[in-house]
């Protein structure tokens, strides 16, 4: 059968399943055409009123009767069928759209826009040559050192005087060499580990800018005096940044104190040439870079500058912000500050003050008597919820932009770098989880090509037997002791060694996730990620009635065509050690003492709607059901005792007289679809 495709549009940051039904705030976008025929029928769907074009993402989505794999191919072929509608066309750019699994109609960064700007500024020519000439020199004379250590067999000796040579090379280079630093410093697939080790000082050894430009832009931003505004401002600066820095302050008009973020002076044109000279120089490596990496060097480039000039613009770290605070509003746990867009602009953001604890600091989270094995469970959940719930996550969670807060929540700040995972990226980051659990590595080698870590058409086979000694080594002790440090280490060889790209999406995912898991080992040093991260996955997995999941939830619980009944028990106890540990949390208790509403943490694992799925799925499919009769029969004889134990772990869980009410009210739907299936196999078997 043929596959349905639609077009949906969805604010970048906001996932398409909360725009359920139109509000007062909401508009209709009726002039773009589906994504499958340049002649199909336009379609209508309520959004979010934002003012600005650049932030609309087009999101392919896909069902077919056919499976996954041709949903898959759906989705690509459409996202490649918009692509053709665009022009200019620029094949970087298209490439990774398609890896996205979006497209993006409307975009702040391209070649194009990067030469017009460059361009149209008078004098542009000279100073491009003059940066160019500083630049080639630089890297030029850098380049030549390395090439006489290598020629005189010194090269491996002096490597930490030549990463820290490195280092200082950048942050003399200006603003878009120190963010070029920091993303290197994430990018195994480019440089060695230890000068990536060396590199990750850029990420706060970054100098201020005098306070009193800061305070002049701040004021033409403002269009009045800061006395008018702010009845107080700090004499320094609380934290400096490649590309701003900020001050703490008080509100004249409510007294509350608030933290201002002022861009860099004169940055943008600064940011806008060297960008021109990366994307120039690169077009002369592409044959190198598509040799070690799989893909030219033009893609890198505009990765890096697409992400580059989203930080440059404060207003669409204030729509971050606010859609942060959309994603987390019902969660007690997790305190995002919020913006005064009236009082913000492009160079100049105004937040809430955070006035939390530093995580690095875990005697002083103790005196504040919070909980650390509690606050740990929260930032892990919270991290996890971003990544594979939301698709939009901090990119940048480094010590000083988590605090712990007083009442025991997890507060980020800084959301200037953030990316987003399409729903195609979360299913196929699930399906690795489950392809790694089930020990399937050809699959989870599979699933690298469909994440773009490798370009369509690569022989995958020589990377499978790698994959499989990285995850058996990384769990010879057990899962007690898995660490994402290690794991990344052993990746890092794997990724330099074969013709590997690391999506700059999934760069910030490893150094979200490495990050906050060395700040968990800052608090509480034999802490032990998958002890925190299972018991969420397990309850998600278990919980979530999204139709994605809960085929996964059966590709874990079936191997091999065999029931794991074992594996379900663990499931369940860890599902419910997690509702245990968020409802107990003291931020969770003063939340329900403040409202009524039951929030997103209950005290007992809901298993209501899995129960009434999996009452569907065995009345109406035909091969799940003969698969869990033979769970029932496996080895000549009935399961009677493992089904009882499954039972004893919920009947605390649920409430059944609840779950049977619900059953009876999908009872038509469930006849409906049986009597689909049926027709379905009787014209089929004619």
């Not at 509480?524 to 299972?534: I, M, N, S």
């Not at 309850?539 to 074992?566: C, H, S, Y």
């Not at 499931?571 to 003291?586: C, D, G, T, W, Y």
């Not at 409430?655 to 009210?665: K, Y």
Request: aromatic share 8%.
């Amino acid at each position: 059968m043929e596959s349905i495709c639609t077009t949906s549009f969805s604010l970048y940051t906001v996932p398409h399943r909360h725009l359920k039904k139109p509000r007062a705030n909401t508009m209709l976008l009726t002039s773009i055409p589906c994504s499958c025929s340049p002649l199909s029928s336009f379609q209508s769907l309520p959004i979010r009123r934002r003012s600005a074009k650049k932030l609309l993402r087009t999101r392919i989505s896909c069902s077919a009767t056919t499976g996954s794999a041709a949903s898959n191919g759906a989705v690509l072929s459409s996202v490649k069928d918009v692509l053709q509608l665009r022009k200019p066309s620029n094949s970087a750019l298209e490439q990774l759209d398609i890896e996205r699994g979006v497209c993006i109609p409307f975009r702040k960064y391209s070649p194009e826009t990067v030469r017009n700007k460059v361009l149209e500024s008078r004098g542009a020519i000279l100073s491009l040559m003059l940066r160019g000439v500083e630049i080639v020199w630089s890297l030029g004379f850098y380049w030549s050192t390395l090439a006489y250590d290598f020629l005189v067999g010194r090269d491996e000796e002096v490597v930490p005087y030549r990463a820290r040579q490195l280092r200082n090379l950048l942050c003399n280079l200006g603003p878009s060499f120190i963010k070029a630093g920091q993303v290197l410093a994430n990018r195994p697939d480019i440089i060695r580990e230890d000068y990536m080790n060396e590199l990750c000082i850029l990420q706060d050894d970054v100098p201020p800018f005098p306070n009193q430009t800061a305070f002049n832009i701040i004021e033409e931003e403002l269009g009045q005096p800061l006395e008018a505004v702010f009845s107080r401002i700090s004499s320094g600066t609380i934290a400096a940044a490649s590309l701003g820095q900020v001050y703490r302050a008080t509100l004249r008009s409510t007294g509350e104190d608030v933290a201002i973020k002022v861009q860099r002076p004169g940055i943008e044109p600064i940011i806008y040439r060297d960008l021109f000279l990366f994307r120039t120089l690169a077009s002369f490596l592409n044959g190198i870079s598509i040799q070690k990496l799989g893909c030219n060097a033009e893609l890198i480039v505009d990765e890096f500058g697409e992400k580059l000039l989203e930080e440059l613009d404060y207003t669409l770290e204030a729509r971050n912000l606010e859609d942060f605070i959309e994603n987390f509003k019902d969660d007690p746990t997790v305190k995002i500050p919020r913006v005064y867009k009236q009082l913000s602009g492009p160079r100049v953001l105004v937040m809430e003050w955070i006035d939390g604890i530093r995580c690095t600091n875990p005697q002083a989270i103790k005196d504040a008597g919070i909980d650390i094995d509690g606050f740990l469970t929260i930032g892990v959940s919270a991290a996890l919820r971003q990544l594979l719930e939301f698709g939009l996550f901090h990119g940048d969670p480094h010590p000083g932009n988590i605090f712990a807060m007083r009442d025991g929540r997890i507060a980020y700040v800084d959301f200037g770098n953030v990316a987003v995972l399409s729903q195609q990226n979360k299913q196929i980051l699930i399906d690795a989880v489950v392809h790694a659990v089930n020990e399937d590595y050809a699959e989870m080698a599979n699933d690298f090509t469909r994440l773009g870590f490798l370009s369509p058409g690569t022989d995958v086979t020589p990377i499978i037997p790698a994959l499989e000694a990285i995850w058996q080594n990384s769990l010879g002790k057990g899962l007690s002791d898995f660490n994402f440090r290690s794991v990344t280490g052993k990746f890092n060889q794997l990724v330099y060694n074969y013709p590997i790209r690391i999506p700059e999406r999934f760069s910030l995912v490893i150094r979200s996730l490495l990050t906050q898991e060395g700040i968990c080992f800052t608090l509480k040093p034999d802490f032990k990620f998958l002890e925190v991260a299972y018991p969420y996955v397990a309850k998600r997995l278990l919980t979530d009635p999204n139709p994605a999941l809960r085929e996964r939830l059966i590709q874990v619980l079936f191997k091999d065509g065999l029931f794991q009944w074992k594996r379900l028990e663990n499931l369940i106890i860890l599902a419910k050690e997690n509702v245990a540990k968020m409802s107990s949390n003291p931020a969770v208790q003063v939340k329900r003492m403040q409202t009524q509403r039951d929030l997103k943490f209950e005290r007992k694992l809901d298993l209501t709607d899995t129960i009434k799925d999996g009452a569907r799925l065995f009345i109406v499919d035909e091969g799940i059901r003969r698969q869990l009769l033979l769970a029932l029969t496996e080895d000549s004889k009935l399961h009677v005792e493992e089904l009882v134990d499954v039972y004893r772990l919920v009947e605390d869980q649920i409430d059944l007289p609840s779950v049977a009410v619900e059953v009876a009210r999908d009872f038509p739907t469930v006849v409906r679809d049986l009597l689909l299936s049926w027709s379905d196999s009787v014209l089929s078997d004619r």
